[in-house]
């Protein structure tokens, strides 16, 4: 607040009536249309108001909080325009931010400023294009002392005072929001570039419509939903249907070439081949999610139109936030020729005819029998492990690193193959792994691999220890990240 302001402000709190503008001019001593323009802020600021009576206007001091205080409390940078962006208002944040606060600069005019942020060319578009009816948001970059900084600035209309409408131009500094995007944004393509490749079959599935279809089942007085579903199995063939298969992961897309990429039709295209079982297995799965469980394991048997039989054992996992089930990851696997194996042990020994056909008799011991014969078998459990802890504790070793050879990540089988403790390979070069004699060799070679995207070549890795490993170097995919830097990942395996 300038000095004319302050002065007419004291004047107005000492009168106990209301004073006239050549009145207010001639006991403050100063110019008449001075006197009329600093009123205009103060009243828009809502430190005094205006009676009109007839072409005479006269002022008073306001009790009220005024709108300047209220906008000074902010921490956000606040201007308030004119439609005429000329400035009417800047709060103590942006007095402070721009280093104004000894600065008038009511009356001025933006586009003829140079404010950083608000004078930068897309704030000027944003301006000419503004419409009284929306707020419109623009996220900007700003480095000061050396740091970026990010900013989401609002164009708004704001009434400050009856009769009139001003603009309000408000940035707020979202750095701390912003990163955590970015970084999600990465973290996101990393994790996605390992669902597709990894070596189970791995559906990416929103069962968010069947928790709203169980939801008004309990709303309508069903309480016992295994109950309602056996005996109304549309309603069961209706929460199939209602499953939105997102994404597969190339192992899966094995499994569906007829689909041409139509993802979401695949429950569609199963339900012809389901069995009594299977139908029965998904069921109970509807009804473990829907009541908080964050995994489920079930069988499955489908029966395709030539009458072969395949086994299945699936796995669901739930990660989505508050349970609400919009994504639900399920792999499966194949294990046709273990349970068919399992059937020729049993009729090939005449001690076990009577079990067998015990188990073919009643389905609940034929789950017992195919869920222990799955237990037995260390490959499959290793395989459902290999999904359960995909990102941290996959037994393959790992490694990602960037356009600068410098390594990104690795996993902890790549620590323990190499004799590194936990994260000290994170940071360091690349060429750390190879042998003194073979460090430039093996580092062109690995360049040369990743820009064409071969696939495999042989690399000496040296353990702590001194001792040294051949592997198969395995390149899986490059990628961009947000922030520009190409990154490469490979998988690698023991030469024996």
């Known amino acids: 607040m300038d000095f004319e302001q302050k002065k007419i402000l004291s004047l107005l709190s000492s009168e106990p009536r209301p004073l006239m503008i050549t009145e207010i001019a001639s006991l403050c001593a100063i110019n008449r249309h001075t006197v009329a323009r600093k009123l205009d802020t103060l009243e828009l600021l809502g430190r005094v108001r205006k009676i009109e009576i007839g072409n005479a206007k006269k002022y008073y001091i306001t009790k009220a909080i005024s709108v300047s205080s209220l906008i000074d409390i902010s921490s956000d940078l606040i201007l308030v325009l004119n439609e005429n962006w000329e400035i009417q208002y800047i709060n103590l944040a942006a007095q402070q931010h721009f280093n104004l606060s000894e600065h008038i600069m009511n009356g ?24 009284f009816q929306k707020v419109s948001k623009i996220k900007l970059p700003q480095i000061k002392n050396g740091t970026e900084q990010w900013y989401e600035i609002s ?33 996101e393509a990393k994790f996605r570039s390992l669902f597709d490749y990894a070596p189970i079959p791995i559906n990416e599935s929103d069962y968010s419509r069947v928790k709203n279809y169980l939801d008004e089942l309990k709303k309508n007085g069903i309480v016992d939903l295994k109950s309602y579903f056996d005996q109304n199995p549309e309603s069961l063939k209706t929460c199939l249907l209602l499953i939105t298969v997102m994404n597969i992961n190339k192992q899966s897309q094995k499994d569906y ?75 499966y696997l194949d294990i046709t020729e273990h349970y068919n194996n399992h059937l020729h042990v049993l009729r090939t020994n005449k001690d076990l005819i009577s079990v067998t056909e015990e188990i073919i ?10 869920n222990k014969l799955i237990s037995g078998h260390k490959d499959v459990e290793k395989l459902n492990s290999l999904y359960i802890q995909l990102l941290n504790t996959i037994k393959t070793p790992m490694i990602i690193w960037d356009s600068s050879l410098v390594v990104v990540w690795v996993n902890n089988a790549l620590n323990e193959f190499c004799g590194y403790a936990d994260s000290c390979l994170i940071g360091q070069p690349l060429k750390l792994l190879f042998p003194e004699d073979l460090k ?37 995919k490059k990628i961009m990240t947000s922030d520009g830097v190409v990154k490469y990942a490979a998988t690698m395996s023991e030469l024996l």
Not at 283 to 299: D, K, M, P, Q, V
Not at 456 to 461: G, N, Q, V, Y
Request: with cysteine.
């Open 155 to 187: 164009i708004m209309n704001i009434s400050l005072r009856p009769g009139s409408i001003s603009i309000a131009v408000i940035a707020s500094n979202i750095t701390e929001k912003y990163l955590i995007e970015q970084k999600l944004i990465e973290n």
């Open 257 to 331: 070439p007829v689909m041409n990429g139509e993802n979401v039709r695949i429950m569609e295209y199963l339900l012809p081949f389901f069995t009594k079982e299977t139908w029965e297995s998904y069921r109970n799965h509807f009804i473990a999610l829907y009541e908080g469980s964050e995994s489920f394991r079930f069988t499955t048997t489908l029966v395709n139109p030539k009458g072969t039989t395949r086994y299945y054992i699936n796995y669901i996992s739930v990660a989505s936030p508050f349970h609400d089930l919009s994504r639900v990851y399920v792999s």
């Open 440 to 476: 430039s060799k093996q580092v062109d070679l690995i360049s040369i691999s990743s820009c064409n995207s071969d696939k495999d070549c042989m690399i000496s890795l040296l353990h702590q220890s001194g001792s040294i490993k051949n592997v198969n170097w395995s390149f899986v």
């Open 108 to 131: 001025k005019k933006l586009d003829l400023l140079h404010l950083e942020i608000f004078s930068s060319p897309e704030i000027m578009n944003g301006l000419k294009e503004f419409s």
């Open 361 to 370: 008799a009643h389905d609940s011991e034929i789950q017992n029998q195919i």
